[in-house]
């Protein structure tokens, strides 16, 4: 009996959301929003790349290697062939995973190129970092069943997408009122 990808990477995150109903985590939570309170050089490049490629903001944040605030540290992790793409088609011969608005140009030019090539939503992020890992061809390769590991960080991806997203709208009070930097159109 063949099962879908989608199918399995759903009956994990089902599991995963009913054990949060038994007990409490240990690790602290990141709240987005006071992340980028803290880190406001990210907002703008996300907000560009939602404008840009239509990739969601918390799309693109999911996306990258965290914790955000350490700029010494690549920030996303691209193949080495989707990153020299990235860097011909864009002319952007400089872009370097470690600054902010590189890091997230790229995950929304390589989001929006997985909505071409490979027809994945924009409210699939757990399918849009195993294409970011894999690849193009290597994502339609992928068999959850042979890589759990893979599958089970894509689902990670996948709450902390949805998550962030529910964040990032009851923020948006948050930061009417406040800087000019902070009344960018972000929603």
């Not at 063949?2 to 985590?25: D, E, H, N």
């Not at 540290?73 to 080495?80: A, E, N, Q, Y």
């Not at 995973?97 to 929006?112: K, L, R």
């Not at 939503?121 to 068999?143: I, K, N, T």
Request: hydrophobic letters at 40%; aromatic letters at 10%.
């Amino acid at each position: 009996m063949m099962i879908s990808k989608k199918a399995l990477l759903t009956l994990p995150i089902l599991v995963f959301l009913l054990s949060g109903c038994f007990g409490a985590s240990t690790q602290p939570v990141l709240m987005i929003c006071d992340e980028l309170d803290d880190n406001d050089e990210w907002v703008e490049p996300a907000v560009l790349a939602e404008q840009k490629y239509g990739t969601p903001i918390s799309l693109s944040l999911a996306l990258l290697e965290l914790p955000l605030s350490d700029l010494d540290k690549k920030h996303v992790r691209p193949r080495s062939a989707d990153w020299e793409e990235y860097r011909i088609r864009s002319e952007h011969w400089d872009a370097s995973p470690q600054i902010p608005d590189d890091a997230v140009d790229f995950i929304g030019w390589f989001t929006q190129q997985s909505v071409k090539r490979n027809h994945i939503g924009w409210q699939d992020a757990g399918e849009h970092y195993l294409a970011l890992r894999l690849g193009h061809g290597g994502y339609h390769r992928f068999e959850a069943d042979k890589y759990p590991e893979l599958a089970q960080q894509a689902i990670g991806i996948q709450l902390r997408a949805q998550r962030w997203s529910n964040e990032l709208q009851a923020c948006k009070g948050q930061w009417q009122g406040e800087s000019w930097f902070n009344k960018l159109k972000l929603w």
